[in-house]
């Protein structure tokens, strides 16, 4: 099959995303697919303690719940559905779908991609070292999933599937794995290969890529109508960034390149089972109202191994929060959390527990050691939170109580929302390992009926090479007169996580401001902004086809995820934080 174009719209970013978006993609006229993410790293654990106790179990249930509802209108209209909604049941996420059709009396084929679940090959893989720390293998793992890629959902779509459903892959294979099938792509065209990855990369987190996070959120309407980002995908792999018509949000240059950024490392080695992404030349344009056009997307050979993410428990962990008011409020709640963290230490002394592994407290809405983001001076009304991580979900139990005794016997204003006390939960970490890609075996099923077929999924070793110009960085032109000017009125920035890593992306508001942006920012600087985080190192990459920077924080983020007692375990505030960094900037090119 060859076609010129393919529409995708992107309907979900994370488990538990709005349902207001599968309604409004569905009556955009001419879609050909829809993609669902719905698995962030620690969402596999959770999924794993679902399908412990109950075997049928281990999936995004909301998503087979969703569809139900709007089967008669995706028979109709012929859209075809890609998630990765499987979990670690994949095959239990497709049953439920095919009895709803069936319910339904409808004819639609469901498709499910199998063999990324690793937990029965532990054993064989317990000599594997973490890939960033180099840490030995737990014993005792929740789950352990390769990140497939696009070449089986391919294959599920050319046996006939109208729904793909898959348990781990990496986000972007949703989308790209509908262009391999439609455009034909070999798996050497590398340069294709990014670029419908790229296409998946932006529409993969939902309202993203349509103002949401938007360093200009005032510019961005009708939050509470926001449309979703849909890819309009041509046979080279550029593609076009829209919305669906008479949705709230917005479709920028800005909107769009910090999506590019979201969550990326190297922009010159995007790490994909399928390919090896280059995005430095990358040139994102507004083409119309709401219509931006991506191109210049390079890639090469991908590496002969998947990566494979294993979830362990290491114990519990507890966050609460209280809200102290009025004069020195900041210097109260200080008090008030070394003396409940000093209080319950004592008392498990006493009781000859072990200590906390770790405690954490924060003050959001100060300056002070415990909220160093902060600028106010003076703040009359503060957030208090305590966190901590301990082997014995009791003597969290026990922080939680006396941290709540505080509201009788410590600060004056102390107070908070009754009803509301946190439950202790488990403290689950991410493994990360390299698996060769012969030792995982996909497999794709395809139901027609009651007829189950089987087709091959693993894709062929391939190699191939890529010609990449490299991009050209200028230098800042001198100037006699420099003025110091705010960089989040010079640039768009967005952050994000991968594990216990962060990155900042910034992109310039105009090419001319880069050259300024990018001297002043350099890499010992950021650390120096971050070293409350004390980040183990930072690094600076360039992207200069969208005329921005790329920083990864390593080690970063107390753990990251729901391992980190961090009130941003995510590093989605970093971006935020480092947009208040004044740039030297001549003046003439000062905005007015």
């Known amino acids: 099959m060859s076609r010129r174009m393919i529409s995708i719209g992107g309907a979900s970013g994370f488990w538990g995303d709005s ?85 339904a009396g409808l004819d639609l084929r469901v498709g499910v ?70 455009f034909g792509w070999s798996l050497t065209e ?64 800005g909107t769009v390149s910090e999506q590019l950024v979201y969550e990326i490392g190297d922009p010159a080695a995007y790490l994909l089972p399928d390919v090896t992404c280059d995005w430095q030349s990358v040139e994102i344009q507004e083409i119309d109202s709401n219509r ?15 990566k494979a993410s294993a979830t362990w ?13 009025g004069e020195a409020a900041a210097a109260k709640a200080a008090k008030v959390g070394e003396a409940v963290v000093s209080r319950v230490s004592g008392l498990l002394a006493q009781a000859g527990s072990a200590p906390f592994t770790e ?40 922080l939680v109580r006396e941290f709540t005794s505080a509201g009788t016997s410590m600060a004056p204003g102390f107070t908070g929302m009754g009803g509301n006390r946190p439950k202790v939960m488990p403290l689950v970490r991410l493994f990360s390992i390299a698996v060769d890609k012969e030792a995982v075996d996909a497999q794709v099923e395809v139901w027609v009926g009651e007829q189950k077929v089987s087709v091959p999924g693993r894709p062929r070793s391939e190699i191939g090479e890529t010609n990449a110009p490299q991009p050209e960085i200028h230098a800042p032109v001198e100037s006699a007169s420099l ?6 009125e010079l640039a768009w920035g967005r952050s994000g996580d991968k594990g216990n890593h962060a990155n900042i992306g910034i992109i310039a508001r105009k090419a001319e401001y880069l050259p300024y942006i990018r001297q ?34 390593y080690d970063v983020l107390g753990g990251g995820g729901i391992a980190s007692l961090r009130n941003d375990p995510q590093g989605k505030g970093y971006a935020q934080i480092l947009l208040g960094t004044a740039i030297p900037l001549p003046a003439e090119l000062a905005p007015s």
């Open 190 to 253: 590398f340069d294709r290969l990014s670029g419908g990855s790229l296409a998946g990369h932006i529409i993969e987190c939902g309202a993203q890529a349509t103002g949401g996070l938007f360093t200009d959120w005032e510019d961005v309407p009708d939050w509470a109508n926001i449309g979703y980002p849909i890819a309009e995908i041509d046979e080279d792999g550029a593609f076009d960034v829209i919305k669906p018509k008479g949705t709230g949000g917005l479709v920028s240059r």
């Open 483 to 488: 003025t110091p000017v705010p960089l989040i």
């Open 113 to 182: 991609v199998t063999g990324d679940d690793l937990l029965g090959m532990q054993s064989h893989l317990q000599d594997s070292r973490e890939m960033f720390s180099g840490a030995a293998m737990p014993t005792r793992l929740l789950s352990l999933n390769a990140y497939l890629g696009a070449a089986p959902i391919a294959a599920a779509l050319s046996a006939g599937a109208d729904i793909v459903v898959t348990g781990r892959c990496v986000d972007s294979a949703t989308v790209l794995g509908a262009c391999i099938h439609e």
């Open 292 to 306: 931006v056009r991506v191109t210049g997307a390079r890639g090469h050979a991908p590496l002969k191994t998947y």
């Open 19 to 103: 349902s207001i978006a599968l309604p409004q993609l569905l009556q955009h006229d001419g879609l050909d697919y829809i993609s669902f993410d719905y698995l962030a790293e620690v969402t596999m654990s959770i999924l794993a303690r679902a399908r412990a106790k109950d075997p049928s179990l281990g999936y995004a249930t909301d998503f087979v719940s969703v569809l139900q509802r709007h089967l008669p209108e995706i028979a109709k209209r012929g859209v075809k559905l890609i998630a990765n909604a499987g979990g670690v049941n994949p095959t239990a996420c497709a049953d439920a779908l095919r009895a709803r059709i069936a319910a």
């Open 359 to 398: 405690t954490s407290i924060e003050i959001i809405g100060s300056e002070s050691s415990y909220g160093a983001s902060s600028r106010a001076q003076q703040a009359r009304e503060v957030v208090l939170k305590i966190a901590a991580k301990h082997g014995d979900p009791k003597a969290l139990e026990l």
């Open 520 to 553: 002043a920012l350099q890499a010992d600087l950021v650390a120096r902004l971050f070293e409350h985080y004390a980040p183990a190192e930072v690094r600076r990459f360039d992207l200069p086809g969208i005329h921005g920077l790329n920083f990864m924080l």
């Open 313 to 325: 428990q290491d114990g519990y962990r507890v966050g609460a929060t209280w809200t102290i008011i």
